[in-house]
């Protein structure tokens, strides 16, 4: 019988977890400037991080989804994405929403339950936090149909997990994206693990990045603990689909060296020598390592830079945790652009019910 | 409990879901249960609701009696066209060949601090499908008892279980098989002048006022609804025919909420015996808020105390 299809899906790593380059760099990757750049936003990422988890534990934010162990990805299609780009995110990818100027004060107000958070003074056209898997990746393929029609040069960038690409509306995404060669760049964050499940439960495919070729469109996988393969495979997509190239799928290979979220204890689903073995192939190491050995960083700069950070994280805890409880109109006032009667009414009976005082305090109109 | 005993007792009783195997379900509902009872007949499924849904239908024809988790209500959305196109009417359109006996239990609710998407109440969708029933229980026996009946039902039914209930509620439950009778209606507490009818964890803040509106001199009637669809409209009637006032609570949003259905009920059946209007205490028409503000959101103890006097003022 004649074949008359044939895929294989490549694999790039640049950057190995020791700190030497095993691929040709990319320019940017010795621009010195541009890979410490890079670094700092790595450890920045880190640092934020722990401080965020260490505040969910002391009862001070609501449940949280760590990004530990996904910080190369994130910075890596951060660094690869222009302003104007959107990015669709899921809950974890704070490192690529700081990049673009989400800050620390607007991801802790989300995670401490309250919407403002979502209200980016930067990044406006971004996407907010898409917790109902996959379902982010219609609307990344939406805004790139926009970007087409409208005939804007920009992408849209999806995150999914590993997860999340068991859900039909991910095969729908690529498949549209692929049918339109729609700007879009999908980013499948394979950490591993979907809270308890495995990804050799969720599918019995070899590698995620091969469900791009029942949807026409390439699929690759990199190392997504190498900084250097991860921004270098999104920026040569981006360029191919700002160029009306059509979309790609690449899967980072990462690990989740945190629970799911802190509502989870992954020590009952999961083997602690699977995490050992995980951090020797951490993200951080292998960059600090490549700019030592350059001499374009030292232990000084290091410690330096994580004062730095702290001095920053403190602050924007400090905003946060003196930002006041929303007023109970805020349940009310952005539901519609024009309030509907019945809204107004209701209006009035949770501000007579509020909990605390202060419950008018947005200083809306009565609307009586 | 109730999984346990009855896939002890009934080989056909399987259980499928997201994280319900070795982790034993986010809020620990089938903890222990594959240890038990295998990977064959307790699997996690892959990430997908929409193939929870599915292929609980093809196993349910096929003799099995799939308990489905889903992990939060406002992750089912994927899985209704399963439901209201397949699971819901199997029976009816191939006039009883084909059935399905399934249950699909999903956290409900909000009030525990959760995240985005994981504090929903929007029983009203489920309820509007014709051929399923939809029950949501009020405490851990109800829960045990009910949850047996569900799973005996050769219908399906959704089982919306009150997250807030999950933590906050501690109880003694035997363990002896014994269901309770689903479509009815449960009374949490006799009373005369009003009657307060609610279901799932606002029992708990309903007969927190029903307490306050004893200390005013005001005898409340409370009824725990726990099957939401059928509404056991028997027993709300001859409640009402009683005290002559209805009060409805729920955490869902107001508009063409479940208490409508039930004030549609009393409007039709039992418009004479009121002396007063009936009132509504429900969330409020707008998305569930982040939890800064979840307790703004579902009505509190003293919203439920002021609508049941106003029943009472002339």
Redesign the interface.
Same mark, same amino acid.
């Given at each position: 019988m004649p074949t008359v299809a044939e895929f294989k899906i490549e694999y790039k790593r640049i950057l190995d977890f020791k700190g030497a380059l095993v691929a040709k760099p990319p320019a940017f990757a010795t621009d010195y400037e541009e890979v410490r750049g890079m670094y700092r936003a790595m450890t920045r990422e880190r640092l934020f991080d722990a401080k965020a988890v260490n505040l969910q534990r002391t009862g001070q934010l609501?449940?949280y989804a760590s990004s530990l162990g996904h910080e190369a990805t994130h910075i890596g299609v951060g660094a690869a994405m222009r302003p104007e780009d959107v990015l669709a995110p899921v809950?974890r990818e704070i490192g690529t929403q700081m990049w673009r100027g989400v800050t620390m004060t607007e991801i802790l107000t989300?995670?401490?339950?309250? #919407?403002r958070g979502n209200d980016f003074a930067h990044a406006r056209h971004d996407f907010a936090?898409c917790?109902?898997?996959a379902t982010q990746t219609l609307h990344a393929a939406g805004a790139a149909m926009a970007f087409k029609i409208l005939n804007e040069p920009r992408c849209a960038v999806a995150y999914i997990g590993d997860?999340?690409t068991? #859900?039909? &509306?991910f095969y729908e995404a690529l498949n549209l994206a692929g049918a339109r060669a729609l700007p879009v760049v999908f980013v499948i964050v394979n950490n591993g693990w &979907?809270?308890?499940?495995p990804v050799a439960?969720?599918?019995a495919t070899r590698t995620l990045a091969q469900k791009a070729v029942a949807a026409g469109i390439p699929g690759i996988q990199v190392d997504g603990n190498d900084v250097f393969a991860v921004r270098d495979t999104v920026a040569a997509a981006l360029d191919t689909a700002r160029r009306g190239g059509g979309p790609t799928l690449i899967e980072t290979l990462t690990y989740r060296l945190s629970d799911h979220?802190t &509502?989870?204890d992954s020590g009952?689903?999961r083997n602690p020598d699977e995490v050992r073995e995980a951090w020797t192939l951490e993200p951080l190491i292998r960059v600090r390592e490549y700019l030592v050995k350059a001499g374009a960083w030292s232990a000084a700069e290091e410690q330096a830079w994580a004062q730095e950070c702290a001095r920053e994280i403190d602050a924007a805890v400090n905003d946060y945790l003196k930002g006041s409880?929303?007023s109970?109109d805020?349940?009310?006032d952005h539901?519609f652009a024009e309030m509907p009667r019945?809204?107004v009414e209701?209006r009035e009976?949770?501000r007579k019910? &509020?909990?605390t005082t202060g419950?008018t305090s947005s200083g809306q109109s009565s609307g009586q | 409990m109730a999984h346990g005993w009855e896939m002890q007792h009934d080989d056909r009783v399987v259980v499928i879901g997201? =994280?319900v195997?070795?982790?034993?379900g986010?809020f620990r509902a089938t903890a222990g249960l594959q240890a038990r009872f295998g990977k064959h007949r307790v699997q =996690?499924t892959? +990430?997908?609701?929409?193939?929870i849904a599915g292929m609980s239908v093809g196993m349910a024809a096929h003799g099995l009696k799939p308990v489905a988790e889903i992990q939060f209500m406002?992750?089912i959305? /994927?899985a209704l066209d399963q439901i209201v196109n397949h699971m819901s009417r199997m029976r009816y359109r191939t006039r009883g060949r084909l059935t399905c006996p399934v249950v699909i239990r999903t956290p409900h609710g909000g009030g525990i601090?959760? /995240?985005?998407?994981?504090s929903e109440s929007t029983e009203t969708l489920l309820c509007h499908i014709p051929g399923i029933r939809v029950v949501c229980p009020s405490s851990p026996a109800r829960a045990y008892g009910l949850l047996l009946a569900a799973i005996r039902d050769p219908d399906p039914v959704m089982f919306l279980e009150p997250a807030r209930l999950y933590r906050a509620m501690r109880q003694e439950v035997a363990d002896d098989g014994r269901a309770l009778p689903l479509d009815r209606c449960f009374i949490l507490r006799e009373g005369s002048d009003v009657t307060l009818v609610t279901w799932g964890a606002m029992t708990v803040e309903t007969l927190r006022a029903a307490v306050e509106l004893d200390a005013r001199g005001i005898s409340a009637e409370v009824i725990d609804l726990a099957t939401l669809s059928p509404i056991d409209s028997e027993a709300i009637l001859a409640s009402v025919a009683k005290t002559g006032r209805l009060v409805i609570v729920h955490e869902a949003a107001?508009?063409v909420g479940v208490g409508a259905e039930i004030a549609a009920i009393v409007a039709e059946h039992g418009l004479y015996d009121l002396a007063a209007p009936i009132q509504r205490v429900a969330g409020?028409?707008?998305?569930m /808020? +982040?939890?800064? +503000?979840?307790? =703004?959101?579902i009505p509190?103890v003293?919203?439920i105390v002021d609508a049941a006097r106003l029943t009472l003022t002339d």
């Open positions: 609501g449940t809950y989300y995670w401490g339950g309250d #919407e936090w917790v109902p898997i997860g999340g068991s #859900e039909g &509306a &979907a809270i308890s499940v439960e969720q599918t979220t &509502a989870d009952r689903y409880k929303p109970t805020a349940m009310f539901l019945h809204l209701q009976v949770a019910y &509020a909990t419950g | 997201q =994280d195997g070795v982790n034993g986010v =996690d892959p +990430l997908a609701e929409a193939t406002g992750f959305y /994927p601090h959760a /995240p985005e998407h994981h107001r508009n409020f028409d707008t998305v /808020p +982040l939890f800064k +503000l979840e307790h =703004d959101y509190g003293q919203r």
